[in-house]
């Protein structure tokens, strides 16, 4: 058991039938009265985001999420294909329970498969990923302001905030958790 003094990010436990994430947490005292946990919490399963404060004390089960390494092979009629490395079995997941995780992967990028009780519920692509930038705005000559960024959609069509710098053919390599330009490569 888990108690709620004891939230992380990150952190999932079982509450009233459902599987829930910790998004954020913040333990509160108040001048007056008992400390909480304010916290906010997603619903693996169905993506919903609720905020809640609880009882330090409050104990939960913990929800054991299995994690399985995967190779996104391709899409298809609104499925993503995934293969274990291990056993070559293939695995059609809905674009509609991925959401907007496959906008940094590739084909042939190893993925981690997350599900519950067998239930695909989500992915978690590679922290890093390098992609070729597709197209972009050129960078105009003086235009050198500090921290000056331009939108550019790289090859799986996400588009990313990129320096002036930048052009159309480079490759960079962005942090796939905040969606953020970190390199050229």
Same mark, same amino acid.
């Given at each position: ?47 919903? !985001? ?11 089960? +913990?929800?054991? !999420? ?5 190779? *996104?092979? *391709? %899409? ?11 056993? *070559?079995?293939?695995? +059609? ?21 997350? %599900? ?8 978690? +692509? ?36 990129? +320096? ?16 953020? *330009?970190?390199?050229?490569?």
């Amino acid at each position: 058991m888990i108690s709620a003094g004891d939230f992380r990010n990150g952190m999932t436990f079982e509450m009233d039938g459902g599987v829930f994430q910790v998004v954020e947490f913040q333990h509160v005292k108040p001048g007056k009265g008992a400390a909480f946990v304010r916290t906010k919490y997603k619903n693996v399963i169905t993506g919903a !985001i609720v905020e809640r404060s609880f009882n330090p004390t409050d104990k939960f089960e +913990p929800a054991r !999420i299995d994690r399985r390494e995967m190779q *996104y092979l *391709y %899409s298809d009629d609104g499925l993503y294909y995934f293969m274990d490395n291990e056993t *070559y079995e293939q695995t +059609p997941i809905n674009a509609d329970t991925l959401g907007d995780a496959m906008k940094f992967v590739k084909e042939n990028d190893i993925c981690k498969i997350l %599900s519950f009780k067998g239930n695909v519920f989500g992915i978690e +692509p590679p922290i890093f990923v390098e992609l070729e930038v597709t197209e972009t705005e050129p960078g105009f000559k003086g235009d050198t302001a500090t921290g000056a960024t331009k939108p550019a959609t790289v090859e799986t069509g996400a588009l990313v905030k990129v +320096p002036l710098f930048v052009n159309i053919g480079d490759v960079i390599r962005i942090d796939t958790r905040t969606g953020e *330009y970190m390199s050229r490569v």
